[in-house]
């Protein structure tokens, strides 16, 4: 059974960073593509960035530029570096993986993290 454990959410001024880190056990992480997914209150869960195995990354454009997913594979470990943050970037902000690759769509997603919140002040 996967686990994701979420770390690294908190209030952060408007044009502050963030990292996110995101724990898989109960897998073989190197097999997993791991994705970020954020809900802000009262809207759907959507897509942010993704990983997959092989270290491809892919982004949402409202955060190209300002976001950067990685993986380390030693420690079981993807991370979202969150940069320029905006106040529109306020959410709740969750782990995913699937094997091998993922998409973008949520209703694909297997295994989900329990989620952490970013808040960004103006």
């Known amino acids: 059974q996967v686990q994701l454990v979420e770390s690294g959410g908190g209030l952060v001024q408007a044009g502050g960073s963030l990292r996110l880190s995101c724990a898989l056990s109960g897998g073989t992480f190197d097999n997993y593509a791991v994705a970020w997914f954020r809900q802000a209150p009262g809207k759907e869960r959507e897509f942010v960035a993704r990983?997959?195995?092989?270290?491809?990354?892919y982004y949402t454009d409202s955060v190209k530029g300002r976001f950067t997913i990685s993986r380390d594979n030693a420690k079981n470990t993807a991370y979202l570096q969150m940069n320029s943050l905006k106040p529109e970037d306020t959410a709740v902000y969750y782990c995913a993986a699937n094997r091998i690759n993922i998409a973008t769509n949520p209703a694909t997603v297997r295994n989900w993290g329990k989620g952490t919140l970013v808040t960004v002040s103006s």
């Open positions: 990983i997959n195995w092989s270290g491809g990354t």
